[in-house]
């Protein structure tokens, strides 16, 4: 059975930074796109950031646009986001979760599911 | 960014049958995704790309979709269904949720 495991979450002040990890329990890590999902005290899911699985594609939400970065060290079954500039808004719950592709098609990929998560790792911001 | 619109809540009685909704414009032609989470607990998959069941999934659960709706249907509800759940659309390198719809079992 795969497991995610994330770790790196806590408490830090606005403007602060974080780096966050998630390790990945299974040989075919590098097969997969893998992505970060967080969640808010309270509130839905909100799509963070994707990698594909060599790391050339990554894909970010506009709230974290140039202040977040993912990236993957497939030789370790690790994935990263690196945190910076963090603000109030972004205390929540930080998952990852490993996608499963439909097809590929000119370098793009469609369908993607995602099909094991980890249990989270909580990021607070404050003062 | 692509918009999903799910109800607040949805309830049914024990042993019905439950219908969740994910609007979306011409949600139709997507392969839509669905997600169980419980409380303090990571959300499982328990449809994906249209109408399919991982592994462990109960057949109870069921995905469809046309023109502007998707829909999450499950049977026989139990208690053991209370959840959030979302729907998920996949668009050119991104992911977008749903809202996310409460279903309460009473």
């Known amino acids: 059975e795969v497991h995610l495991v994330e770790s790196g979450g806590g408490l830090v002040q606005p403007g602060g930074s974080l780096r966050l990890s998630c390790v990945a329990s299974?040989?075919?890590?590098?097969?997969?796109?893998m992505t970060w999902v967080r969640q808010a005290p309270g509130k839905g899911l909100e799509w963070v950031a994707n990698?594909?699985?060599?790391?050339?594609?990554?894909s970010y939400a506009d709230s974290v646009k140039g202040r977040f970065t993912i990236s993957r060290d497939n030789a370790k079954n690790s994935l990263f986001l690196q945190v910076n500039s963090l603000r109030a808004e972004d205390t929540a719950v930080y998952y990852c979760?490993?996608?499963?592709?439909?097809?590929?098609?000119?370098?793009?990929?469609?369908?993607?599911?995602?099909?094991?998560w980890g249990q989270g790792t909580t990021v607070t911001v404050s003062s | 960014s692509y918009e999903l619109t799910q109800p607040l809540s949805v309830s049914v009685a024990p042993g019905q049958t439950a219908r969740i909704t994910c609007g979306g414009n011409n949600i139709g032609s997507q392969n839509v995704n669905w997600y169980q989470q419980k409380p303090g607990q990571a959300p499982i998959l328990v449809i994906y790309?249209?109408?399919n069941r991982p592994s462990g999934i109960p057949e109870r659960f069921s995905g469809s979709n046309s023109g502007n709706t998707a829909t999450l249907t499950i049977t026989r509800a139990h208690a053991g269904d209370e959840a959030d759940y979302y729907c998920?659309?996949?668009?050119?390198?991104?992911?977008?949720f749903g809202g996310g719809t409460k279903l309460t079992v009473l």
């Open positions: 998920q659309v996949w668009d050119i390198n991104t992911a977008q």
């Open positions: 299974e040989i075919s890590f590098s097969d997969y796109w």
């Open positions: 990698i594909n699985q060599d790391g050339s594609e990554k």
């Open positions: 979760a490993r996608g499963s592709v439909g097809y590929c098609s000119g370098g793009i990929c469609y369908d993607v599911a995602f099909d094991i």
């Open positions: 790309r249209g109408p």
